[in-house]
């Protein structure tokens, strides 16, 4: 993931880095040892869907201050993964979320994502879907002297829950839930 989330950092044009971040996902899903597919469904993959680049949906935002906040998810197999709040965005015509730092193993950054569309029959996961994970390398660039973050809808996806239910993952808290709807990124059958 460090890697392909390098290239698309490096890449000059947006929709050819979304186009290969696409291709790459689909070759992870369809043949890593730890693809969240189950096995019946890796016999009729024939890639995830994922939505059209639309550059209106990239945004590269400060992060504003925020009240301090915790979370906790507990795993079956990590025991309790904390959070903490360490900001907020605004996202433009979209509404604010929070921004989270995983305080266990790795630490990093991680907003997540529920909009309009999740559940919906074409839409998005019920749970949410992850837009920034920086202990997986799942990250489109930041500059720490500015405070900014890029945060590109067009790379959303769905955690590994959403395809195997013994999965643990954190999902979307109050804080992550947008009152619109999100058309871009990776969508859910």
Not at 55 to 66: G, K, Q, T, Y
Not at 90 to 105: C, F, I, K, Q
Not at 155 to 172: E, H, K, V
Request: charged fraction near 20%; include cysteine; aromatic fraction near 12%.
């Amino acid at each position: 993931m460090f890697a392909l989330y390098d290239a698309v950092r490096r890449a000059s044009d947006l929709e050819d880095a979304h186009e290969l971040w696409r291709i790459e996902r689909d070759e992870l899903m369809a043949a890593h040892p730890a693809t969240p597919l189950l096995p019946a469904d890796r016999q009729s993959f024939a890639g995830l869907p994922v939505a059209s680049y639309d550059p209106a949906w990239r945004f590269e935002l400060p992060i504003l201050d925020a009240e301090p906040a915790d979370f906790e998810f507990a795993t079956g197999t990590d025991g309790v993964v904390a959070f903490t709040r360490v900001g907020r965005v605004e996202v433009p015509d979209a509404g604010s979320l929070d921004v989270w730092r995983l305080t266990s193993y790795g630490g990093g950054l991680f907003v997540p994502v529920r909009d309009a569309l999740a559940g919906r029959p074409g839409g998005t996961y019920g749970g949410g879907r992850y837009l920034l994970d920086t202990v997986k390398g799942a990250d489109l660039g930041s500059d720490a002297a500015g405070a900014t973050i890029v945060l590109d809808f067009n790379f959303a996806y769905n955690p590994s829950c959403a395809y195997d239910p013994a999965w643990a993952c954190p999902l979307a808290p109050a804080g992550n839930v947008l009152p619109v709807e999100v058309p871009v990124g990776e969508l859910y059958g």
